[in-house]
């Protein structure tokens, strides 16, 4: 059974890096997309951009110009950073796997982790 | 970039109920649509994929419809344990996007 677990500070400073990292466990990190996906406090759900384990990414536009998600297939991980953040950024942040023959469909989730941006 | 525009925003419904919930697309997505419930403090669960494929080991009672702009998502007798959060999420040229979401109650 596949399993994500995202792992990174839970508090981060404003203007500060925010760095999560994603292990995935029971499978291969290859042949999939690997999505980073955030939630603040009871609102929605909020696409921030995917990876494919050869390497090639997307992001949301509306957070290109912060998002870096990379990718380290020989310790089935991947990775998020999310620059000069601000207490906008506060939300649970997942990780999730897809395929795009399922309409890039999350059919594995992480737990989520929380993170908090305050000084 | 696409817009999802997903309704009613909450819905309250008693048990055994036929629920509907709605998502249109801003533009043509073909099928590319998913439908996920989310429980409090939980991560979301996928129900169903590509429009109207249900997920394995998801019960009949969620069924999902549509293409184009115009998607349902319905369930055919409410339980209890329904009572959650309902989101859409499209894939188009390469993005994603979610719709707002669905608050479910009981009434």
């Known amino acids: 059974q596949v399993q994500l677990q995202e792992s990174g500070p839970g508090l981060v400073k404003p203007s500060e890096t925010l760095s999560l990292t994603c292990t995935v466990s029971g499978g291969s990190i290859s042949s999939y997309y690997w999505s980073w996906i955030r939630q603040p406090p009871g609102k929605g759900l909020e696409w921030i951009g995917y990876i494919y384990y050869s390497g090639s990414t997307n992001y949301n536009p509306s957070l290109k110009s912060r998002v870096t998600i990379s990718v380290d297939t020989s310790k089935n991980q991947f990775s998020l950073k999310l620059s000069s953040v601000t207490a906008a950024d506060t939300a649970v942040y997942y990780c999730a796997r897809s395929t795009v023959d399922t309409a890039m469909a999350y059919h594995y989730w992480g737990q989520g982790t929380l993170v908090t941006v305050s000084s | 970039d696409i817009q999802m525009t997903q309704s009613p925003s909450s819905l309250s419904a008693s048990v055994g109920d036929r629920v509907t919930i709605t998502c249109q697309a801003s533009q043509d997505i073909s099928n590319y649509l998913n439908w996920y419930q989310q429980k409090p403090g939980k991560a979301p669960k996928l129900l169903i994929y590509d429009a109207s494929n249900l997920e394995t080991g998801v019960p009949s009672r969620f069924s999902g419809s549509g293409s184009g702009t115009d998607f349902t998502f319905t369930i055919s007798s409410l339980q209890p344990e329904d009572i959650a959060t309902y989101y859409c999420?499209?894939?188009?040229?390469?993005?994603?996007?979610f719709g707002q979401g669905t608050r479910l109650e009981i009434k």
């Open positions: 999420q499209q894939y188009d040229n390469l993005l994603i996007t």
